[in-house]
């Protein structure tokens, strides 16, 4: 799933929020549809595309999710917090 910075800004309105609360990485494309059904949820399936809307204005995400295989990634876990330390890093799955 490509994702741009611009696509996690929610068009302005009542039942829309400016800032998105969750970005979730996940390899799983049934847990991501699922996932993205949420209006406060953006989801991305590499690494790359994650650190790519990271990299931009991540001022719009509050925490960061890691879903699928990535659930039990400790290095992107690491990374995630090393470049963004004040998001919160959570993950869904991993026991």
Do not use: Y
């Not at 741009?4 to 970005?23: E, M, N, V, Y």
């Not at 991501?32 to 995400?61: C, I, K, N, S």
Request: include cysteine; hydrophobic fraction near 45%; glycine fraction near 6%.
């Amino acid at each position: 799933m490509n994702v741009s910075a611009q696509d996690l800004r929610w068009q302005s309105g009542t039942t829309r929020c400016l800032r998105i609360r969750r970005l979730v990485i996940t390899d799983d494309e049934a847990q991501g549809q699922q996932l993205a059904e949420r209006r406060d949820t953006a989801v991305v399936a590499t690494p790359r595309e994650l650190m790519f809307l990271l990299a931009g204005d991540h001022r719009l995400v509050a925490t960061v999710v890691l879903a699928g295989r990535f659930a039990f990634d400790d290095e992107l876990a690491a990374l995630v917090h090393a470049e963004c330390p004040e998001l919160g890093v959570e993950r869904l799955g991993a026991n």
